[in-house]
């Protein structure tokens, strides 16, 4: 258990649809960052988050946004869901902002029918 | 941006052979290398990293070397067991991590 938490671990929902994703970090880590991995794809990173601010992006698309939290949970807001955004999503935290040893949470996944 | 390549894409090996995955990185600027472990529908555990200011790093059956000259890093797993199994993960980083491809290790019994 790498202390990151996230909800739900599952999502079944149709496209067009909008969806959030929370996560809690490791207790004391100031940083977290969200990726998504597809059927037999590597891991995209998305965006991070440090202190409540936006840190750095990634591949995220305008449909995808996230915010972090005075209590440090963030949560992935996936908007006008398509097919093609079924995947495992990660997020991952790190004491500090750059250059920080990652610790994943045990991932949501979403089905877009 | 960084740009990490991982090989192979597969690897399949006897139990208790040697396994070595190989990855290289595009900025020389990235001083922060780290391996993780994904079983299948889980999340990718760390299983070992090494920064720019070391050359190896070994914990038991693992080791990790760097050459920041030639910019690639490689995994090394010794006496491979059945639960070594798994999609392995490099990764490099000097703000963010970007992740190699993945290698699908099979440790045959």
């Known amino acids: 258990d790498s202390g990151v938490t996230q909800t739900p671990k599952h999502l079944i929902t149709a496209t067009g649809q909008r969806v959030t994703l929370r996560c809690s970090p490791r207790?004391?880590?100031?940083?977290v960052y969200w990726y998504q991995q597809s059927l037999d794809q590597g891991l995209q990173f998305l965006i991070q988050?440090?202190?409540?601010?936006?840190?750095a992006k990634g591949n995220i698309l305008e449909r995808f946004s996230a915010q972090q939290f005075p209590d440090l949970h963030s949560e992935l807001n996936l908007s006008s869901l398509e097919l093609g955004d079924s995947a495992l999503y990660f997020c991952?935290?790190?004491?500090?902002?750059?250059?920080?040893?990652?610790?994943f949470g045990p991932g949501t996944r979403l089905l877009v029918l | 941006g960084e740009n990490v390549e991982q090989h192979p894409s597969t690897l399949s090996v006897q139990e208790g052979d040697s396994a070595v995955i190989k990855c290289t990185y595009s900025?020389?600027?990235?001083?922060?290398f780290p391996w993780y472990k994904q079983e299948l529908g889980k999340r990718p555990q760390l299983i070992i990293d090494i920064r720019s200011n070391v050359g190896e790093k070994k914990d038991q059956r693992i080791a990790v070397t760097l050459n920041k000259t030639a910019k690639h890093f490689s995994l090394h797993i010794t006496e491979t067991q059945p639960e070594d199994s798994a999609v392995y993960f490099c990764a490099a980083s000097k703000k963010q991590l970007t992740f190699g491809s993945g290698t699908q290790l099979t440790v045959l019994p």
């Open positions: 900025d020389s600027a990235s001083n922060y």
């Open positions: 207790s004391g880590d100031l940083s």
């Open positions: 991952a935290s790190s004491v500090g902002g750059e250059g920080e040893t990652q610790y």
């Open positions: 988050y440090y202190n409540g601010e936006e840190r």
